[in-house]
């Protein structure tokens, strides 16, 4: 018997709504769910001209994000890349990072691993260096 798990995206809980980043902010973890034990995904959108309000970075968990919908732009440590459709990019642990979003919003899917470690998180970290 195969062992796989399918799951709606869109229908996980919005946990951004836990932290009143909600309408402007949807943030999807569907590990649980998925009952992911290696890696995991995520759904992340962000309204038009949003700033994410923190940035994080990881002790070991390299991540992977693909903008499948909008553009914006990525700081990355003291970088900040334009996003647009279908671009990758790979992230590693130590690197502090967080979204924009463009005029017309951005919604990226992430991926991480391994699992099993809590972010380090900056609020208010591209504001701090602008």
């Known amino acids: ?27 999807r973890f569907p590990k649980r769910e998925l009952g992911c034990t290696v890696g995991a995904v995520s759904l992340q959108r962000l309204a038009p001209n949003t700033r994410m309000p923190f940035g994080h970075r990881h002790g070991e968990q390299e991540e992977l994000y693909v903008v499948v919908d909008g553009s914006g732009r990525m700081r990355l440590d003291g970088d900040e890349i334009e996003l647009r459709q279908w671009d990758a990019v790979r992230v590693a642990p130590a690197t502090m990072r967080a979204f924009e979003a463009g005029p017309d919003g951005i919604e990226v899917l992430a991926y991480g691993a391994p699992l099993g470690e809590q972010p380090e998180m900056q609020p208010g970290w591209w504001g701090e260096a602008d």
């Open 1 to 27: 018997m195969s062992d796989y798990t399918q799951v709606k995206l869109r229908e996980v809980e919005n946990v951004a709504e836990q932290f009143g980043m909600a309408p402007d902010v949807e943030a």
